[in-house]
């Protein structure tokens, strides 16, 4: 018998990655997941099959399936769920997005005071599973926000931890009308660090999920490798004028740039945090090999969506260049990628108006200095502008 059965498990968001990674890893080792969400199709559906299928979307494992049981699910706007289930809940995680975590707050408080009114004291581990470093860490800061007794305060910081993680699996959007709502397509590959030094309680047993003592290692490499080569594939692929990452990176010179990116962002990370050059090569070859994945139909608009957050100073894009300098490294490749994502404009997608509207009003040089925090005249930001021009509007590579 699993170690987690009996137990529940309270997952925020019900999309495709929370169904197609981390429920599915809660399922399987044992616990009854309740997915909280606002779509109430997928809630009612949820509560009405109890089931769903994952189709694996790889050739190796091609017409495979697996089927995720004992599941149900709640809709965030129901006070009096959302408060039953975090009161009996033995961990929490989301997969809402880095810019939802302070709505999910709101709801977590609220289940807290209830689990602390109930007299519940076994510890609880909340897991925000986002593409962003530190994310369970600004979930706490946002649950504060709306704990107000000093009791409640106490109660989180004896009882609840809240570890950051790194996570890792691409999950694209899938259809299969004759299974409904609930069917997903997901790679083979997952990932899922957790931060021990922060874990409440007894130590977490579910398989798929890798305790470490250095989260910032895994995160920056995951982040500064997969995230980056896929962001760079996509813009690339934007400019070209090609669909998906699989068939953008069928396009010999954006292989050839985003390998080169991930190469030169693997060295500043072997040097960084001591991975062997080597097997981080290996690390890189695998995904380089995902990306090729003609059962991953990803389009280059999700992926690249949100350029803004992509070109912050400490994300996949601008992150790297910052420390491949720090080493004196080579970042050429990465250069272009940047450059790429200034060029990527999207009129369904509010950030990239955003960035086109910024450098329309303020030129590219201080555009770039108030996005990337490069500053004008400093030779990152030349670098920039030069890779701009020459990249021009139709992606000269």
Sequence with gaps: MSPNAGKKALHFGAGNIGRGFIG???ANAGYEVTFADVAEPLITALNKDHSYKIHILDQEHKGKTDTVDHVSGILTTNEADVKKIITEASIITTAVGPNVLPKVAINIATGLKARRAAGVTSELNIIACENRTGASSLLHDEVLKHLTSEEDKKY??????????????????????SEGILAVGVENFHEWIVDETALKGPKLNIPGMQLTDNLIAFVQRKLFTLNTGHAICAYLG????????DEALGDKRIEEIVRGAMLESGAALCKKHGFDPKEHEKYIDKIQSRFHNPYIHDDV??????????LAPDDRLIGPVKMAEEYGL???NLIKGIAAALRYENSDDSQSEDLKALIKE???????????????????NREILSSYEALGTKGHL
């Design 238 to 245: 934007f400019l070209k004028g090609y669909s998906t990452v």
């Design 301 to 310: 608009v999700r992926v690249g969506r949100e350029p803004m957050r992509k």
């Design 330 to 332: 080579k970042y050429d």
């Design 24 to 26: 599915d890893l809660l």
């Design 362 to 380: 303020k030129g590219l040089a201080k555009a770039v200095a108030e996005v990337t925090g490069f500053e004008e005249d400093t030779h990152e």
């Design 156 to 177: 989180v910081a004896e009882k609840i931890g809240f570890p950051n993680c790194a996570v890792d699996r691409i999950v694209p959007p899938f259809s299969e009308e």
